[in-house]
């Protein structure tokens, strides 16, 4: 089932019911050409519109020493699609049209109904700060590096990292030093800026593992609720506490019918696990 949601460099499977595992797999450094990052906003969008009932998502790097180096330089079309021209405004409007794209398809993830875990491991260099940072949940492995690398090519980080961090994280004078830097960090120093919420011992098997534990209990609670979650929580990121609680109100007014609730209080009476329906019901046949 899950083979149909799989690309050329995407690999994407269903290791228990509910819970996809997508993994980048662009040998030899899961560097990223303009077809890969296309597939990548692809995947998530199909897994969205066309999974099986998917409850989370962990996305990671199927190489063992890498999660990625980020943008592929060496990537002939880069400039092609981007859109060169000898007009200068013609340039301008078609390079525009080329970020907001590449933007949109990396920040796909927090767009899905769905939590995403990334789990990181080996080096994560440019385009992966951008990549994690779009996702719900980081869990690195302790072998893990960082790199906000654009500025060493002499460019601003524009795919996202520059809009995430200053909200996911709570450490700005971090923030801005390994931005402006360009320089390596490891665990230690992510954990401390807030980009990470666990950081597990060991490579790429255990992290996977750690991340796939908590995409399974994430799994086990109501889809209703954990969408309805993500969708607030993004909503209160972006906006004020009095827009948001007015929000919240509102969408809770018709979200506190589901019938997910009773399902709830039904099994913890009962001392049972819920058992609970797909978001998206099949449509009766006429």
Same mark, same amino acid.
């Given at each position: 089932?899950?083979?149909?949601?799989?690309?050329?460099?995407?690999?994407?499977?269903?290791?228990?019911?509910?819970?996809?595992?997508?993994?980048?797999?662009?040998?030899?450094?899961?560097?990223?050409?303009?077809?890969?990052?296309?597939?990548?906003?692809?995947?998530?969008?199909?897994?969205?519109?066309?999974?099986?009932?998917?409850?989370?998502?962990?996305?990671?790097?199927?190489?063992?020493?890498?999660?990625?180096?980020?943008?592929?330089?060496?990537?002939?079309?880069?400039? %092609?699609?981007?859109?060169?021209?000898?007009?200068?405004?013609?340039?301008?409007?078609?390079?525009?049209?080329?970020?907001?794209?590449?933007?949109?398809?990396?920040?796909?993830?927090?767009?899905?109904?769905?939590?995403?875990?990334?789990?990181?491991?080996?080096?994560?260099?440019?385009?992966?700060?951008?990549?994690?940072?779009?996702?719900?949940?980081?869990?690195?492995?302790?072998?893990?590096?960082?790199?906000?690398?654009?500025?060493?090519?002499?460019?601003?980080?524009?795919?996202?990292?520059?809009?995430?961090?200053?909200?996911?994280?709570?450490?700005?004078?971090?923030?801005?030093?390994?931005?402006?830097?360009?320089?390596?960090?490891?665990?230690?120093?992510?954990?401390?800026?807030?980009?990470?919420?666990?950081?597990?011992?060991?490579?790429?098997?255990?992290?996977?593992?750690?991340?796939?534990?908590?995409?399974?209990?994430?799994?086990?609670?109501?889809?209703?609720?954990?969408?309805?979650? %993500?969708?607030?929580?993004?909503?209160?990121?972006?906006?004020?506490?009095?827009?948001?609680?007015?929000?919240?109100?509102?969408?809770?007014?018709?979200?506190?019918?589901?019938?997910?609730?009773?399902?709830?209080?039904?099994?913890?009476?009962?001392?049972?696990?819920?058992?609970? %329906?797909?978001?998206?019901?099949?449509?009766?046949?006429?």
């Amino acid at each position: 089932m899950t083979n149909q949601f799989s690309t050329k460099w995407i690999k994407v499977t269903e290791p228990c019911p509910h819970v996809f595992h997508v993994e980048l797999s662009r040998t030899p450094v899961n560097a990223f050409n303009s077809e890969l990052w296309r597939d990548y906003g692809r995947v998530f969008r199909r897994l969205s519109e066309e999974g099986p009932d998917v409850r989370a998502v962990v996305l990671s790097s199927s190489l063992p020493k890498i999660f990625t180096v980020g943008l592929d330089l060496q990537d002939n079309n880069l400039v %092609k699609d981007s859109g060169a021209s000898t007009d200068t405004a013609r340039s301008i409007i078609a390079l525009r049209e080329y970020l907001t794209e590449f933007q949109n398809a990396i920040g796909t993830p927090g767009h899905c109904p769905f939590p995403v875990i990334a789990a990181c491991h080996g080096h994560v260099v440019g385009l992966g700060v951008d990549i994690i940072s779009a996702c719900d949940i980081r869990y690195a492995a302790s072998n893990t590096s960082f790199s906000i690398k654009e500025v060493d090519v002499g460019l601003a980080a524009d795919i996202g990292t520059l809009a995430y961090l200053p909200k996911i994280t709570g450490n700005q004078s971090l923030a801005r030093e390994l931005t402006y830097t360009a320089r390596t960090f490891g665990v230690d120093e992510a954990e401390k800026l807030g980009l990470l919420s666990k950081v597990v011992q060991g490579g790429r098997e255990q992290v996977i593992a750690a991340a796939l534990d908590l995409a399974k209990l994430i799994a086990s609670k109501s889809p209703v609720a954990v969408a309805n979650s %993500k969708h607030l929580i993004t909503h209160s990121r972006d906006n004020t506490v009095q827009e948001n609680l007015r929000y919240t109100a509102t969408w809770n007014a018709s979200q506190l019918l589901t019938e997910d609730i009773v399902e709830s209080v039904l099994a913890a009476k009962a001392k049972t696990s819920p058992q609970f %329906k797909p978001i998206k019901q099949t449509p009766a046949k006429l």
